[in-house]
């Protein structure tokens, strides 16, 4: 398959990504039987990381994919790259303790860094990184984001700012937001291109990469564990599992402690000046702690915007006129605007929404439930799997807390979105009720200016009288004036 038919498959996988695309790849399926010292199933950010660092330690590595690489959520995300977990970081403290939660978030900062390194140091094509994520906040909490502050900056030395509403409003002018935390740190990334190129870099160090090779079987006994394909078999002494929510064929038991979520992702028709005027800011934004709404500037002058989650993979088709009016609302100064694509894209999530990182049984590991932060969470995994594989490191022993937890199957997938919907309702009343609020208060602020004004007025007016004491109608005339 060349060049132009390799695009034109991930186009069709991931809309504007696949268009976007620099040196799109495709790789042969396994047509033999292999022996490896690492096995590694799965395409995705922390399959091609884990492998990657694996092979740049002098091991052999194997590594399937039984669709294309990044065909799935890894291709498929708003490329932010970001810190910390889908959980909240003073539940993270109130499960593992202070020092303990300080570490998980180092860690998650660490993956952060690797992105960002390994794009520099493999020099990759059409990654375009723009530095920042702005956390917007869609109620008048400032009280929160103090807290908040305190503690990620105080007491975890991170890097963050607190940003008040009129700072906010001068870089995303709606009425919609109030404060922020601003990650300077952060950044954003083309995510199908950075798997391209970490692909391509996995490739030089030595892995051999094969698609449209599913893992049909898993035997872990022995030293020697083995996974049959459709066409091939591989050996190897440690079975890295990094399919996420695709382990079902091969490992069911871990399949059940991942909840998939599907998300949708739209990129709007060029917007030109008019998208400057109500967006001046070219980092990240995430204005929710669910799965709505983040979005970033692509393109020049495109909106990518995220939103929506159900249990099941609906038509993205069905979501691209829900996304445009939630674009249109947010912004209105942005009049009507058209889609250009719409895709969609499955996260998997854990009960505690945490990572699952780890040794499940000898010489068998898993890394997944990225909960839509893979980029920094499945690159840590990635790098934490091949230290403990090759240098016996046992920092993924700090995700011990967060065990693996049966995600209910479909009774779970049914509370989870029956949950979603109810949150989603009551989020939206509350961010309506707090612009009520701001409005209130400023009709409350221009009537008493009014007032002051019309006192100041009125006083102007008698101070210009004669010093003899005025009239009766003149005072009348005064205190009418001052009344209206």
């Not at 909490?141 to 007491?155: N, S």
């Not at 495109?302 to 006129?321: A, I």
């Not at 990225?370 to 920094?376: I, K, P, R, S």
Request: charged share 20%.
């Amino acid at each position: 398959m060349d060049d132009m038919d390799a695009r034109a498959e991930h186009e069709h996988a991931a809309g504007w990504y696949g268009r976007t695309a620099v040196a799109p790849r495709t790789w042969p399926a396994l047509a033999f039987d292999l022996d490896v010292d690492v096995c590694v199933v799965g395409g995705g950010f922390a399959g091609l990381t884990a492998a990657f660092e694996v092979a740049r330690r002098g091991w052999s590595v194997a590594l399937l994919e039984a669709g294309r690489i990044a065909s799935e959520a890894s291709g498929r995300n708003l490329g932010f790259v970001i810190p910390g977990f889908q959980q909240d970081i003073e539940s993270i403290v109130e499960r593992c303790g202070l020092d303990h939660a300080k570490v998980l978030w180092s860690l998650s900062e660490d993956g952060v860094e690797y992105v960002r390194n390994t794009i520099a140091q493999t020099n990759m094509p059409g990654v375009d990184p723009v530095d920042g994520w702005l956390d917007v906040s869609k109620f008048d909490t400032g009280d929160e984001m103090i807290e908040v502050i305190a503690l990620l900056g105080q007491e975890f030395g991170v890097t963050v700012e607190g940003w008040t509403a009129e700072h906010v409003r001068e870089v995303l002018r709606s009425e919609h937001y109030f404060h922020a935390l601003h990650f300077p740190r952060a950044f954003h990334i083309h995510p199908l291109n950075y798997a391209f190129g970490l692909a391509a870099a996995a490739e030089a160090a030595g892995v051999r990469i094969f698609e449209g090779t599913p893992a049909l079987t898993l035997d872990p006994a022995g030293v020697r564990k083995r996974i049959t394909t459709p066409s091939g078999r591989v050996r190897a002494n440690h079975i890295v599992l990094a399919a996420n929510t695709r382990l079902g064929g091969v490992a069911p038991d871990l399949a059940h402690t991942v909840l998939p979520i599907t998300t949708y992702v739209a990129v709007t028709e060029p917007l030109g000046e008019r998208l400057q005027e109500a967006v001046a800011y070219r980092g990240a934004v995430s204005d929710s702690h669910s799965s709505d709404h983040h979005y970033r500037i692509v393109g020049g002058d495109r909106l990518m915007w995220s939103g929506g989650s159900t249990t099941w993979q609906g038509n993205p088709q069905r979501y691209g006129p829900w996304l445009k009016q939630t674009i249109e609302q947010t912004y209105p100064q942005l009049g009507p605007v058209e889609i250009a694509d719409v895709w969609a894209g499955t996260m998997g999530f854990a009960v505690h929404r945490m990572p699952q990182i780890g040794e499940v049984q000898p010489g068998v590991w898993i890394a997944s439930a990225f909960a839509g932060q893979g980029l920094n969470t499945a690159s840590m995994a990635g790098v934490l799997l091949a230290r403990a594989i090759v240098e016996n490191d046992d920092a993924w022993r700090l995700f011990l807390p967060y065990d693996l937890v049966w995600a209910g199957g479909a009774l779970g997938r049914a509370v989870r979105q029956t949950t979603s919907w109810w949150r989603r309702q009551r989020l939206a009343l509350a961010a309506r009720g707090a612009r009520r609020r701001e409005a209130s208060v400023r009709a409350a602020t221009a009537a008493e200016a009014r007032q002051i004004a019309l006192q100041e007025k009125a006083r102007a007016a008698l101070s210009a009288l004669p010093d003899e004491v005025p009239s009766r109608a003149g005072v009348d005339v005064m205190q009418h004036d001052a009344r209206q």
